[in-house]
C-alpha cells in the first residue's frame, strides 16, 4: 500500500556527528518536504523539493542539508553545523507544490543528542 | 515569531458534544487554511481545507469556518465522538503556493 515512511523512530546523535534521517515515499509525488516539531511549536519548514534534483530552502535551512537524487527519496542530514537538533522530524509529500495539492506526512523519527 | 497560533493546548469534550477548535493568524496574505489531525506514533493526515473566497467549508461531522476580519479560523466536530481524539493542526499558505504555517496544535480528548 502507499505512504510515507522515515527511519528510524528514534535516532540519537552525539556532540559533533552528522546524522541522517531516511524519507521514502511511493505515492510518485514530485514534491517533498521536511519539517521539524519543537515542544509547543508547530511545524516549521526546513526544506523542501519540487522535483528530482532540485531543492530550496525553507524557513530554518541552516545546519541541514538535504538530496534529491530519486523522486522516492529525500533524506535529511544533520549537520554539526545545528546546534540544537533535539526535535521532531516529520517528512512529507504531495503531487506538487500547487496550493491545495494534500500533504501527506510519514510518522516521524525523533532525534536526541546524547 | 510564529504566524499561526493554537492558543489552546488541551480540550476535553463529552461524546456526544460539539467540540471547538481554534486558531488565529496574522498574515493578512495566507488565503489558504486547512486543519490536520494527528494519531500518536503517526504523521497528520489531512482533515479539512478552506480557501479565503469562502467562509465555511462543511465535510460531514467536521465544518471549518473562516472569519477573514478577524484573521480567525475554527473548526467544529459534531458530534464528537471518542475516535476523534487527537492532536488538531491549523494551517495556512499564501501566493497560491504549497508552504504552508503551522500551529502548534491543539490536543482534543472525547470523553466517552
Not at chain 1, 535516532?11 to 546524522?19: A, M, S, T
Not at chain 2, 481554534?22 to 490536520?36: A, R
Request: with cysteine; proline share 5%; glycine share 8%.
Amino acid at each position: 500500500d502507499g505512504g510515507i515512511t522515515q527511519s528510524p523512530k528514534y535516532l540519537f546523535r552525539k556532540e559533533g556527528q552528522n546524522v541522517t534521517l531516511s524519507c521514502e515515499q511511493n505515492l510518485n509525488h514530485d514534491a517533498m518536504y521536511w519539517y521539524r516539531q519543537d515542544p509547543g511549536q508547530g511545524l516549521r519548514l526546513i526544506y523542501y523539493s519540487q522535483i528530482v534534483n532540485d531543492f530550496q530552502k525553507g524557513d530554518i535551512a541552516e545546519g541541514y542539508s538535504v538530496s534529491r537524487e530519486k523522486k522516492e527519496s529525500f533524506p535529511l542530514t544533520v549537520t554539526s553545523a545545528q546546534k540544537n537538533p533535539t526535535a521532531f522530524y516529520l517528512c512529507a509529500s504531495s503531487r506538487s507544490v500547487s496550493i491545495g495539492e494534500t500533504q501527506y506526512f510519514g510518522p516521524g523519527t525523533r532525534l536526541l543528542v546524547l | 515569531d510564529q504566524q499561526v497560533k493554537q492558543n489552546s493546548p488541551s480540550l476535553s469534550v463529552q461524546e456526544g458534544r460539539i467540540s471547538i477548535l481554534n486558531c488565529d493568524y496574522t498574515n493578512s496574505m495566507f488565503d489558504y487554511f486547512l486543519w490536520y489531525k494527528k494519531y500518536p506514533a503517526e504523521g497528520p493526515t489531512f482533515l479539512i481545507s478552506i480557501s479565503s473566497i469562502k467562509d465555511k467549508n462543511e465535510d460531514g461531522r467536521f465544518t471549518v469556518f473562516l472569519n477573514k476580519s478577524a484573521k480567525h479560523l475554527s473548526l467544529h466536530i459534531v458530534p464528537s465522538q471518542p475516535g476523534d481524539s487527537a492532536v488538531y493542526f491549523c494551517a495556512a499558505s499564501e501566493n497560491n503556493f504549497n508552504k504552508f504555517y503551522f500551529g502548534s496544535g491543539t490536543k482534543l480528548n472525547v470523553k466517552p
